[in-house]
Nanobody, 122 residues
Framework: EVQLQASGGGLVQAGGSLRLSCAAS????????IGWFRQAPGMEREGVSY????????DYADSVKGRFTIPSDYAKNTVYLQMSSLKPEDTAVYYC???????????????WGKGTQVTVSS
């Protein structure tokens, strides 16, 4: 059974940091890309960051470049979203997904995990 377990959300003050985890199981980790997406209330879901686990290629939305990184731990089949210099506009439910790196263009997603809430207070 394929599972993507996102965790690590919480409440943090603006300027603070938070690390989200996406633990994957049930599929060959290296064959996939993992993406982080977020959805704020009343807003469409948007892509935040992506990593191709076969070659380490990463990409970021302009809104998070320089503030977020997407490290991975192959031994733990886990991808992280390290978030720093958080802003209130980063408040959203964050989801991880597995599929092809084309997910950054809106397609090629095979699996979704459940979301984790991130709230940034001003």
């Amino acid at each position: 059974e394929v599972q993507l377990q996102a965790s690590g959300g919480g409440l943090v003050q603006a300027g603070g940091s938070l690390r989200l985890s996406c633990a994957a199981s049930g599929f060959t980790f290296d064959d996939y890309a993992i993406g982080w997406f977020r959805q704020a209330p009343g807003m469409e879901r948007e892509g935040v960051s992506y990593i191709s686990l076969s070659d380490g290629y990463t990409d970021y939305a302009d809104s998070v470049k320089g503030r977020f990184t997407i490290p991975s731990d192959y031994a733990k089949n886990t991808v992280y979203l390290q978030m720093s210099s958080l802003k209130p506009e980063d408040t959203a439910v964050y989801y991880c997904a597995a599929g092809k790196i084309t997910m950054k263009y809106g397609y090629g997603i095979d699996y979704w995990g459940k979301g984790t809430q991130v709230t940034v207070s001003s």
